[in-house]
Every structure is written in structure tokens, then in C-alpha cells.
């Protein structure tokens, strides 16, 4: 990754610089609210792999599978948009603390 590995930690610690042959995505890093947005959500990655899936429908690639993957992908967002407001709700949202599920 580079010298400073510690500038591309999650909030969790866990790496929020992800890179393969093909692949690279940069997650945020650090409370947006104290460091301000540098990198995407899991939100965002679901929502390009959505896109493509879709455009896929919209061409002589659709198919049942594809609309299988589009449901399950559709049910992360929302199971993620469910965390986001508990954590709004229980005023936890942009720490590390836990929220009640």
C-alpha cells in the first residue's frame, strides 16, 4: 500500500484502501465529520454494482439471475439505510460506538 499505511484505515481499523489486479477502492476513512469525506461508502459500491447490473437488463444480457442479484443487492441497501437511521436514532451515527439493532 505505501509508507503511511495508517492514513488509509477504516473507522474500524480495518483497511479502507482495497486494491487488486482490476480493483481499487478507496473507503472513507476517519469520521467524515472530523475529517471531512475522502473516500466511498459500502452504499456506494452496491450502488455502482447495481448500475451495471441493470444496464446489463437492458440489453440482450438480462436475465433471471441478474434480477436475483438486483433483489439481494436492493436488500443490502436497505438492511445499510436501516443501520444508518438506528445509529442517527440512537445518536451514535459517525462514531465507534455500538447501536442497538
Given at each position: 500500500m505505501g509508507e503511511n499505511m495508517e492514513k488509509y484505515r477504516h473507522i474500524d481499523g480495518s483497511d479502507a484502501l482495497v486494491e487488486t489486479d482490476f480493483?481499487?477502492?478507496?473507503?472513507?476513512?476517519?469520521?467524515?465529520?472530523?475529517?471531512?469525506?475522502?473516500?466511498?461508502?459500502?452504499?456506494?459500491?452496491?450502488?455502482?454494482?447495481?448500475?451495471?447490473?441493470?444496464?446489463?437488463?437492458?440489453?440482450?444480457?438480462?436475465?433471471?439471475?441478474n434480477a436475483t442479484a438486483l433483489y439481494h443487492l436492493q436488500m443490502a441497501r436497505e438492511a445499510l439505510l436501516l443501520r444508518r437511521r438506528r445509529r442517527e436514532q440512537q445518536g451514535v451515527l459517525g462514531d465507534r460506538s455500538v447501536h442497538q439493532s
Open positions: 480493483v481499487r477502492i478507496l473507503f472513507q476513512h476517519g469520521s467524515p465529520n472530523e475529517v471531512g469525506v475522502n473516500g466511498c461508502r459500502v452504499e456506494d459500491v452496491i450502488d455502482i454494482l447495481t448500475q451495471k447490473l441493470l444496464d446489463f437488463q437492458g440489453r440482450e444480457l438480462a436475465c433471471e439471475e
